[in-house]
């Protein structure tokens, strides 16, 4: 069985939202025309609570995109961003929703951050993702979403380690950083990962 991830398709990530990824919104027309090629859709949903140590303003004297340490993990601190049962947490209602059969929400421990959608950064707990996959005889996964050099790179890297085909299609993908993308794809590539573009599928 094949599953499509979308990772973390909410309004924060959208051109707009908080956390902005840039062109972010070429993806839904990309995403809502690939849903009906999988057995399989899943979300992911990145669910802060407010006093989330990911977010700036929860560091006093420290600003956005500075770098901290947290649980012993280096740590950027991002705009408060998919706060729990804000507009901005939501999936964008441009997406077709009656593909997805479950969404797997992330980030919900205010002191690690959670960039996978299978484990928190610190690999202590599971979403319990990966598990749900097997149990649907799922042995290929693909990933879209936002963004592209942090979720779903890090989505995609536990994905492999799980022992699942793993691709990351191209554009249907869109990264926060360029710069930070091409290293990525290096490592998922070195890893094992392939990259295809949504008209090889
Ligand atoms: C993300 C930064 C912080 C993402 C989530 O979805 O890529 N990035 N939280
Ligand atoms: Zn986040």
Redesign the pocket.
């Known amino acids: 069985m094949k599953a499509l991830l979308l990772i973390d398709i909410q309004y924060d990530f959208l051109p707009g939202g908080a956390l902005e990824v840039p062109g972010g919104d070429r993806i839904i027309p990309v995403v809502n025309r690939l849903q009906p090629l999988f057995d399989l859709v899943v979300a992911t949903q ?1 669910w ?1 609570p407010p006093d989330h140590k ?1 977010f700036a303003r929860n560091h006093p004297g420290k600003k956005v995109f500075e770098q901290v340490e947290l649980e012993g993990l280096p740590q950027v601190l ?1 705009p408060a ?2 706060v729990q049962e804000t507009q901005g947490a939501e999936i964008s209602a441009e997406i077709s929703q009656h593909h997805i059969a479950a969404v797997f929400r992330k ?1 919900m421990d205010p002191a690690i ?1 959670s960039y996978s959608g299978f484990y928190d950064n610190g690999h202590r707990r599971s979403t319990g993702l990966a598990a749900y996959l097997q149990g649907m005889q799922v042995h290929e996964i693909y990933l879209a979403g936002l963004a592209a050099d942090i979720c779903v790179f890090f989505t995609a890297l536990d994905s492999l380690a799980a022992g699942f085909d793993t691709v990351i299609i191209e554009d249907a993908a869109q990264a926060l950083k360029e710069e930070d993308y091409k290293k990525a794809m290096q490592r998922f590539r070195d890893a094992g990962g392939r990259l295809l573009r949504s008209t090889q599928l």
């Open positions: 990145d802060h990911s991002w961003h998919c980030g951050d």
